[in-house]
């Protein structure tokens, strides 16, 4: 059985519906590091509730102040508004996010009796994002076998898949994507402009499948 690091994010959640109808699902963890909204998470408690998985809130609030200017985690930052590229985009990376939240979901992987912990980088992340890229698996999974007196598998089912596979995953498995939130500045809907919401657009357009998402543009 699988403990999900889950955001509530889009890809996070086609991920949770992927392992529930697998009956893999056996808990999820979504964590508060301090970002500089947590509307994703109140989508994760939504899902997790209709799916009936039990979901634990993880608060890392008070570390926000070791990961520096990135723009997710101040609303006085600047957010990167357009198309994903490597130079706009490295202003949203969260320094070694990622290592931390599985950490502290192989800890309660651990704790439950589960055999592994799955989180859901995909192909599109890996030229912005260090921690979503192949070698960064590749290179924790032999870190979370030793991490414990039995090993945990590090699970990543996306990881070469692009957004508009995911979006046709999600689609597949009956995923309500109008419950998933992107947008990096977590107004009362998605603004449409930076960078996650361009993306998302793109992704359902490229799929194919129908955007049920309200965006401000």
């Not at 800890?107 to 192949?134: E, K, N």
Request: charged share 20%.
């Amino acid at each position: 059985m699988a403990l999900l690091v889950y955001s509530g994010g889009l890809d996070s959640t086609v991920m949770l519906y992927k392992y529930a109808a697998e009956s893999r699902a056996d808990a999820a963890v979504g964590i508060n590091y301090g970002q500089r909204h947590i509307k994703e998470l109140e989508m994760a408690r939504w899902n997790c509730s209709k799916l009936n998985i039990p979901f634990f809130d993880v608060d890392l609030s008070s570390i926000s102040g070791i990961f520096g200017d990135s723009s997710l985690m101040s609303k006085s930052s600047s957010m990167p508004e357009g198309s994903y590229n490597e130079a706009g985009m490295k202003a949203t990376v969260v320094p070694n996010r990622n290592m931390i939240m599985i950490a502290v979901a192989a800890a309660r992987a651990i704790s439950l009796g589960c055999d592994s912990v799955a989180y859901a980088a995909h192909g599109g992340d890996h030229a912005i994002y260090p921690d979503c890229r192949p070698d960064f698996v590749k290179a924790l999974a032999e870190v979370l076998k030793i991490c414990d007196y039995s090993p945990i598998r590090l699970e990543a089912p996306f990881l070469n898949f692009s957004k508009a596979d995911i979006v046709l995953e999600g689609a597949r498995l009956g995923v309500d994507f109008s419950k998933t939130w992107s947008c990096y500045k977590g107004g009362d809907i998605h603004c449409g402009k930076c960078g996650t919401c361009v993306e998302r657009r793109q992704a359902f357009a490229s799929a194919g499948v129908c955007d049920p998402t309200e965006y401000e543009i």
